[in-house]
């Protein structure tokens, strides 16, 4: 089983990159990687359970599922159905603090998940630097931030 996990101080209140990750659905605004995505059954995104179903920028097909969200931690937890990337059993959690020194936001990401033998480590450089990192960058760029140590 790989675990990937990587973290990130955004510098914007917990309530604001709450309002940005929330929407389980809202990540074709902001992600590089997600040309366009839609919740399945016409359910809310909100909706634990609900499943939706995305196209990634070179046009491949996924479908995650919202296994758990909570407001009051500012945390959910997801899971892949379908993938075109060998990622089997994947589950990702996702979180949010607040960082009341120049009131920031802590965001850890992580999952766990299996591979073929021998992907293991290419497989966590796509997911931890591909996924995470592009999603951390992506979402300051989509609220107007600067990358962390910027002036």
């Not at 359970?49 to 758990?68: I, K, N, P, Y």
């Not at 796509?126 to 995470?132: A, D, H």
């Amino acid at each position: 089983m790989v675990k990937v996990v990587r973290s990130t101080i955004v510098d914007a209140p917990v309530e604001a990159v709450w309002d940005v990750l929330r929407d389980f659905n809202g990540h074709d605004a902001w992600h590089p990687a997600v040309a366009d995505s839609h919740i399945e059954r016409g359910q809310s995104s909100d909706k634990v359970g609900c499943v939706r179903r995305f196209h990634l920028a070179d046009g491949s097909e996924l479908r995650e599922q919202l296994l758990t969200l909570s407001d009051m931690d500012m945390a959910y937890s997801y899971c892949l159905l379908d993938t075109p990337v060998p990622l089997f059993n994947y589950v990702s959690h996702v979180r949010l603090l607040p960082v009341t020194d120049g009131d920031r936001t802590f965001w850890h990401w992580e999952s766990l998940f299996d591979t073929p033998g021998g992907q293991e480590t290419e497989l966590a450089d796509l997911v931890g630097s591909g996924i995470y990192q592009a999603g951390f960058d992506a979402v300051r760029s989509h609220m107007g931030l600067g990358s962390p140590g910027e002036a």
